[in-house]
């Protein structure tokens, strides 16, 4: 999750132009690995609406960065799984719907995750990582942490009345000054 040093995801109406100017290739490259590491990434429909716009044209497009285009080929390949109860079909390639209660349709996923299908990832989907962390069904946290203060906007850790005690398991430094933290529960 890309974050601000003041703990908000986006601006107040989903604004992200303080992430996007701050990304660097060394960042692709890092975002890339850990994908590489996972089976499932998740989404929830607002993110996997603003990716698969953006990413599958990646991949023709001849002005895309040279270290984005790792990204967008492992992207566009890995199988996505988007919880939504609103959508009926998706586009973009290998992706499928997840329908249901939260902890119903993701409980089903971590389980069958502990029986060796890999591990999830979760990019963006605020809406979604909210109802797992209240769920405490967040095994580990990579936060991208941006040296920027909004202010105001949408915040990723609100209304949680769970404690849950963290170990910081890892860090990276980038050229932008953002800090990538890797933190897994106690």
């Known amino acids: 999750m890309n974050i601000t040093l003041d703990g908000f995801m986006s601006g107040p109406h989903c604004e992200l132009d303080w992430h996007f100017t701050r990304w660097s290739a060394d960042?692709?490259?890092s975002l890339a690995l850990e994908l590489s590491?996972?089976?499932i990434l998740l989404l929830g429909r607002i993110t996997y609406q603003a990716m698969a716009k953006y990413w599958p044209l990646r991949i023709v497009d001849r002005t895309t960065a040279r270290?984005?285009?790792p990204f967008a080929l492992l992207v566009n390949d890995h199988k996505?799984?988007?919880y939504t109860n609103t959508l009926t079909e998706l586009t973009w390639k290998n992706s499928q719907l997840l329908k249901g209660r939260v902890s119903e349709a993701i409980g089903a996923l971590k389980k069958a995750g502990e029986n060796g299908t890999g591990d999830i990832m979760v990019y963006g989907s605020g809406q979604l990582v909210r109802a797992l962390i209240k769920l405490d069904m967040?095994?580990?946290y990579q936060l991208w942490v941006h040296p920027v203060l909004l202010g105001e906007g949408k915040t990723l850790f609100h209304q949680h009345k769970i404690q849950s005690d963290l170990q910081l398991t890892g860090s990276q430094l980038f050229e932008s000054g953002v800090i990538l933290l890797?933190?897994?529960k106690k």
Request: overall charge negative; cysteine-free; glycine content about 12%.
């Open 67 to 69: 270290g984005d285009l």
């Open 80 to 82: 996505k799984l988007v």
């Open 138 to 140: 967040v095994d580990e």
């Open 37 to 39: 590491k996972t089976s």
């Open 27 to 29: 960042m692709g490259e």
């Open 182 to 184: 890797y933190y897994r």
